[in-house]
């Protein structure tokens, strides 16, 4: 991950706390966000 990519991710798990999200939701939704963007590098 390069430093844009960390700092963006700062900012959703921010957001996500602010919002109340558990953990285990934020988690989750990372997984998913990983899965996809690995999925676009593999289709290009």
Known sequence: MNDKEIEEL?????????????????MSGLVAGAILAGFEVVNK
Not at 10 to 26: H, M, R, S, W, Y
């Open 10 to 26: 700062g900012k959703v798990l921010d957001e996500a706390e602010k919002q109340g999200l558990t953990d285990k939701e934020i």
